[in-house]
C-alpha cells in the first residue's frame, strides 16, 4: 500500500508541469552590456504577451521582425537594471533561436553611465502569469560561473563589472 502511494505521488508530481526559464548572463567589458540569453517556453510566453497585448499570439508563426516588436518592449517591462525600468535604448535585440515549445532570445542591456561597480539585475519575466516560475540564472564572470535560482521574492542578481576595481 504504501508503495501504490509513494508511486501515486511521485507520478502526480512528475506530471504537474513546472514553470521555469534558463537564463545566462554575461558583463562584456569592451561593450559595456550585459549578455542575456533567456529560454522561455512558449506556453508561458504566448500567455505574458496575451495579457500585455490583449489578443493572443502563437510564438510559431511570428516571423524574427514580428517576435522583435512582440517580445523586446515586453522583456523592457520586465527587467530592471538597479532597480529602473529599461528604457527603449537600453535594450538591444541581437536574436532568437525557435524551437518546438521554447526559444532562446538574445539581447544586451544597456546600464546607466558611468557604470557602476555591482549592478543589480531583476528579472520579473512572466511573474505575472506565473507567480511560481524559477528563473535559473548562470551568471559569467571570466573563468567563473555561478548559478542561482531567481523567484518572485528575490528576482535579483548583481553582476560586478571591471569599475570594481582593485
Do not use: C
Request: no cysteine; proline share 4%.
Amino acid at each position: 500500500m504504501i508503495t501504490f502511494l509513494l508511486t501515486l505521488l511521485t507520478s502526480t508530481w512528475l506530471l504537474h508541469p513546472g514553470h521555469s526559464t534558463r537564463a545566462e548572463i554575461q558583463w562584456n567589458e569592451e561593450s559595456q552590456r550585459i549578455e542575456l540569453a533567456i529560454r522561455i517556453d512558449h506556453a508561458d510566453l504566448e500567455a505574458a504577451l496575451r495579457k500585455r497585448l490583449g489578443r493572443a499570439i502563437r510564438i510559431e508563426t511570428l516571423t524574427d521582425e514580428q517576435a522583435e516588436q512582440s517580445i523586446v518592449p515586453y522583456l523592457r517591462d520586465t527587467l530592471r537594471i538597479d532597480g529602473t525600468k529599461l528604457s527603449a535604448q537600453q535594450l538591444v535585440w541581437v536574436g532568437w533561436e525557435r524551437k518546438r515549445i521554447s526559444s532562446w532570445i538574445y539581447a544586451e542591456l544597456i546600464p546607466a553611465q558611468p557604470v557602476a561597480a555591482r549592478l543589480a539585475l531583476q528579472i520579473q519575466t512572466l511573474l505575472e502569469v506565473e507567480p511560481e516560475l524559477n528563473h535559473v540564472v548562470t551568471l559569467r564572470q571570466g573563468d567563473q560561473r555561478e548559478s542561482r535560482v531567481l523567484t518572485k521574492e528575490k528576482p535579483l542578481i548583481v553582476i560586478a563589472t571591471a569599475a570594481a576595481g582593485p
